[in-house]
């Protein structure tokens, strides 16, 4: 066979790629990324000092709530088939220093030992590392003369991982994006004997706009500058495989990248460049941004979520943390 006849039998008309959509049940057998309930991580505000879940204004559905309520939370997303949960931890009491994240009796503290005690081995629990929602400037940082002090910062993220760890946490997932975060939390978690204690590298944490709604959800917003010179520029691409590559050298179990949906090019790159599970975070302004267009009408909010979500994991992600995990729960489980 010639070239020319080669091309002629692989094109139109013999070659007719429509047939293989013709009908859902075709589609189906021939769909290449499924979504599942196993691939999904639901994030979890819990806050000191309230009584009753308050509604976050900036992301309709999403609550924080208080320490009384986490179990019916998690039980009612572990009965939709979700196993796995990022807590967050909202305290009554913040200092410059963020002593209150490293408490034995602070909300993530008691938070995973409430979980472990209810759901054991049953449910995969995840710890945000970070001080920015303990300190009182809004950092995630220790903060000397106005700049991020990043080895001041370590010893803080160190001892907040070991106690997460001393509450029962199956994951640390630091994202303050301090140089050496991940060595440093890997060594002071094995010299306290949690080596079976995992770690998800934030590798690639963008400095991006879409963070404003976990901000205000978390009381995080910085109260003087901002962030970019210890999160990644959105511009770079080999800087942000540079830093997945250090992560995976000081240990990291999984990489993350945050946000998702603008950066299915890390994502993919990512999944090309390590054997290790990726996973993307799914922020919360992707959320407010399908929530707003699904409550003026301008779109169909249950395909765009479900659209979006797959998206995200044909780009190479294995795991993915969504604010809409429960909705996605419920769609795939009415399939």
């Not at 030992?113 to 303990?134: M, P, S, W």
Request: proline fraction near 4%; charged fraction near 25%.
């Amino acid at each position: 066979m010639n070239l020319n006849e080669e091309f002629e039998f692989n094109g139109f008309p013999k070659v007719r790629l429509r047939r293989l959509r013709r009908t859902p049940a075709i589609r189906d057998l021939l769909q290449e990324t499924r979504l599942s309930v196993r691939d999904l991580v639901s994030p979890v505000f819990v806050q000191e000092g309230i009584d009753e879940p308050k509604e976050i204004e900036m992301m309709p559905g999403i609550f924080r709530i208080p320490l009384v309520n986490l179990v019916k939370n998690i039980q009612e997303l572990y009965d939709l088939g979700v196993k796995t949960f990022l807590i967050f931890g909202i305290p009554k009491s913040k200092n410059d220093r963020a002593t209150s994240a490293y408490r034995n009796d602070g909300i993530v503290q008691k938070s995973v030992n409430t979980l472990k005690k209810n759901f054991g081995e049953k449910i995969v629990t995840v710890t945000d590392v970070c001080l920015c929602q303990y300190t009182s400037h809004g950092h995630c940082a220790i903060i000397k003369n106005n700049v991020a002090n990043n080895d001041e910062s370590l010893k803080v993220l160190e001892r907040i991982a070991t106690s997460h760890a001393e509450a029962g946490t199956d994951f640390v997932a630091p994202s303050a994006m301090m140089d050496g975060q991940v060595k440093n939390i890997r060594k002071a978690l094995d010299n306290s004997n949690f080596n079976n204690v995992g770690i998800i590298g934030y590798s690639a944490k963008l400095s991006s706009n879409l963070y404003t709604p976990f901000r205000d959800a978390s009381h995080s917003t910085p109260e003087f500058g901002d962030r970019k010179s210890y999160q990644m520029p959105f511009h770079n691409t080999n800087e942000a495989l540079h830093e997945i590559m250090l992560d995976i050298k000081e240990g990291s179990d999984i990489i993350m990248i945050k946000p998702a949906l603008p950066y299915l090019d890390l994502i993919y790159k990512t999944r090309q460049t390590t054997l290790l599970p990726v996973c993307a975070y799914s922020v919360s302004g992707e959320y407010s941004i399908v929530k707003a267009g699904a409550q003026e009408g301008w779109i169909n909010e249950d395909e765009v979520v479900m659209e979006f979500t797959t998206c995200i994991k044909r780009a190479g992600a294995d795991i993915i943390i969504t604010y809409h995990t429960k909705k996605i729960a419920e769609i795939l489980n009415s399939c």
